[in-house]
């Protein structure tokens, strides 16, 4: 049974940083490309960052660029988002997902999805 778990998320104030982090089982997650996508409230989920299986190769979202770092620690089955920067239009839930084929931006290409974790930037 294949399980990806956020954590990391909460509460800060603009100009903020904070760390989600996802750990996944029941997969051979050496092999899986992984991505962060986030949904606000009345808005379809958007990709935020992803990172191939070897984490070698990273891609961002415009809107992120310059401000996150998605990073994989493939030893603890790990990948992380370090957020900077944070402003109050990055309100929102953050899902961490994973693609064995794909390495693409869209929530169809990725089969395995975590639970969440919300993150609300106040102004």
């Known amino acids: 049974q294949v399980q990806l778990v956020e954590s990391g998320g909460g509460l800060v104030q603009a100009g903020g940083s904070l760390r989600l982090s996802c750990a996944a089982s029941?997969?051979?997650?050496?092999?899986?490309?992984m991505a962060w996508f986030r949904q606000a409230p009345g808005k379809e989920r958007e990709f935020v960052a992803r990172?191939?299986?070897?984490?070698?190769?990273?891609v961002y979202a415009d809107s992120v660029k310059g401000r996150f770092i998605i990073s994989r620690d493939n030893a603890k089955s790990s990948v992380y988002l370090q957020m900077r920067g944070l402003k109050p239009e990055d309100t929102a839930v953050y899902y961490c997902?994973?693609?064995?084929?794909?390495?693409?931006?869209?929530?169809?290409?990725?089969?395995?999805w975590g639970q969440g974790t919300q993150v609300t930037v106040s102004s």
């Open positions: 997902s994973a693609s064995r084929l794909v390495f693409g931006a869209c929530p169809q290409d990725y089969y395995y």
């Open positions: 029941g997969l051979s997650f050496s092999t899986y490309h």
């Open positions: 990172i191939n299986w070897g984490g070698d190769n990273t």
